[in-house]
């Protein structure tokens, strides 16, 4: 049995638990897999990697749960907005940054190298026929 995409799927943001004083932490985790505070990995704006065949927005994860985690399609819909993309592509192309709490965010791409190729992932294989 496989899962059709990855087995760790990002599913709300959180701000980090209050520390030690009752003070509300001031970075944000992301939730996986419905596990609220109990799941969760530090959010990365910069680290967002949104797939250039699929669409689909990605965020790395721990090593043990398989080093990538895709977002949950509502969040990476309000995620969505705070893309940007070189103006000579729109967003037909991929984004370069990701503005968030009024800092714009270089996107590293580090994930990229995740994923096959598009020939190499097209599921296909042999001809048609």
Wanted: glycine share 14%; hydrophobic share 30%.
């Amino acid at each position: 049995m496989r899962c059709d995409d990855r087995p760790v799927v990002f599913t709300h943001l959180l701000q980090s638990p209050a520390g030690p004083q009752g003070i509300m932490g001031d970075q944000e985790l992301l939730s996986y897999c419905g596990g609220e505070e109990k799941l969760t990995v530090l959010f990365r704006p910069e680290a967002l990697y949104m797939h250039p065949a699929s669409g689909r927005v990605y965020h790395p994860c721990s090593e043990r749960t398989g080093s990538v985690g895709l977002v949950r399609s509502a969040l990476a819909i309000e995620l969505s907005p705070f893309f940007v993309y070189a103006p000579e592509q729109g967003q037909s192309g991929q984004p370069t940054h990701f503005i968030w709490r009024g800092k714009q965010h270089t996107l590293t791409n580090e994930l990229a190298g995740s994923f096959p190729t598009t020939e190499e992932g097209s599921g296909q294989e042999g001809g048609v026929g």
